[in-house]
């Protein structure tokens, strides 16, 4: 396999496979602009029996109506007889190591029988799990979308029952473990939801629906509540820090974890981003780690400092620890090592509930 940025190298390519990221504009509509660039890379060295293959995230119809027509006008054949196209959706989880590439079933499409058994038999070389024909290139792209809009419903179903049991006094991972005893629970947990999948492609599906006249409320519903997520943990933090009757402006507060998932080091669309900046508005300073995150990466796009390592060389001591992101560092590290952090009389804020047992000795709040 070779990897090269010299474009020269695609004159003898007849495959073509195009995984680019498909993020949003700020407005939450999708931002199409590394696909089509993309497209117009492979267009001009496209030759007969050509087929492009697209793996990034999009909603139904991007690769038929938007970039079928960049290849056919740029390439200068005659589409259908001189090249096909296909779409097979990238299905990895950043940072799972049991679920890989090779071990996940691949959904495979195309705009005809024989480009869809070819496409099938280039990815039946590596992948291990199987291949599934999807019907046609719109179905594939609609199964993917779905895929993680599912699970951002359900992630943001618990999460507002958490923000409920926290009004009611009830402890959410109780009343999670118990009602998972059921065999047809859906056994999720509240938590951030960031990143370039699960925070970003609902986002295509609701565009798609809006366009053809359909204002979605349950998919939309979910991204708001998933989205202010963030801010709820600042400002139960705010609030626990005043009823401690914590200075906002003297305190010294640490967040653990920046990037938008545990055991992995992409920090794209991570939303503690959404904690520091609330926490910033009222005042309140933060010292930011995570053992994963590259620091000059975080100041390039988010203009503020992460440390990798925790400060126990320097004494420091603080008076909230927010425990954003359940890194095994984090998560593995004993209480008497988070004593070294934490003054006697501090809040832990853990918002995975992975560190409970620091309840016993600070005043502790999870999601």
């Known amino acids: 396999m070779l990897f090269t940025d010299c474009i020269s190298e695609l004159e003898d390519v007849h495959f073509f496979v195009v995984a680019v990221p498909t993020p949003i504009n700020e407005d939450k509509t999708p931002n199409l602009d590394l696909v089509i660039s993309a497209t117009e890379i492979v267009a001009p060295y496209l030759k007969r029996n050509s087929v492009v293959v697209y793996e990034?995230?999009?909603y139904p119809g991007v690769t038929e109506d938007i970039c079928l027509p960049i290849l056919k006008q740029n390439s200068n054949l005659n589409y259908p007889n001189d090249f096909s196209i296909g779409y097979s959706p990238e299905r990895i989880n950043p940072g799972d190591k049991l679920h890989r590439l090779e071990n996940i079933v691949k959904v495979v499409s195309a705009d005809n029988?024989?480009?869809l058994n070819l496409v099938s038999e280039i990815y039946g070389e590596i992948i291990e799990a199987g291949i599934y024909k999807a019907t046609s290139i719109k179905v594939a792209e609609a199964a993917k979308v779905i895929e993680n809009s599912q699970r951002d419903i359900n992630i943001a179903f618990v999460n507002e029952l958490a923000m409920i049991f926290d009004k009611l006094n009830i402890n959410t991972s109780e009343v999670l473990e118990a009602?998972?005893?059921?065999w047809n629970f859906l056994n999720f947990t509240p938590g951030l939801v960031g990143g370039h999948c699960i925070g970003v492609d609902p986002y295509y599906l609701t565009y798609r629906a809006n366009q053809v006249g359909y204002v979605s409320q349950i998919i939309t519903a979910?991204?708001?509540v998933n989205d202010d997520m963030g801010k709820y943990i600042a400002q139960k933090s705010i609030k626990m820090m005043i009823n401690d009757k914590k200075s906002?402006?003297?305190s010294k507060v640490a967040i653990l974890g920046f990037t938008f998932k545990e055991n992995c080091a992409d920090i794209r669309n991570t939303r503690v981003i959404d904690i520091v900046k609330e926490l910033n508005d009222f005042g309140v300073n933060v010292d930011i780690f995570d053992p994963l995150a590259d620091a000059d990466e975080v100041a390039t796009h988010?203009?503020?400092?992460?440390?990798n390592n925790l400060p126990?060389?320097?004494?420091?001591?603080y008076d909230v620890v927010i425990l954003a992101v359940n890194h095994s560092e984090y998560v593995e590290m004993s209480s008497e090592k988070y004593g070294k952090l934490l003054k006697d009389d501090a809040i832990v804020v853990d918002?995975?509930?992975?560190k409970n047992e620091l309840s016993k000795s600070y005043k502790y709040w999870s999601l």
């Open 248 to 250: 906002l402006y003297d």
């Open 113 to 115: 029988s024989e480009s």
């Open 312 to 317: 126990f060389a320097e004494s420091i001591s």
């Open 351 to 354: 918002v995975k509930n992975v």
């Open 56 to 58: 990034s995230t999009v």
């Open 179 to 182: 009602a998972s005893t059921k």
């Open 302 to 307: 988010y203009g503020i400092k992460v440390v």
């Open 222 to 224: 979910g991204r708001t």
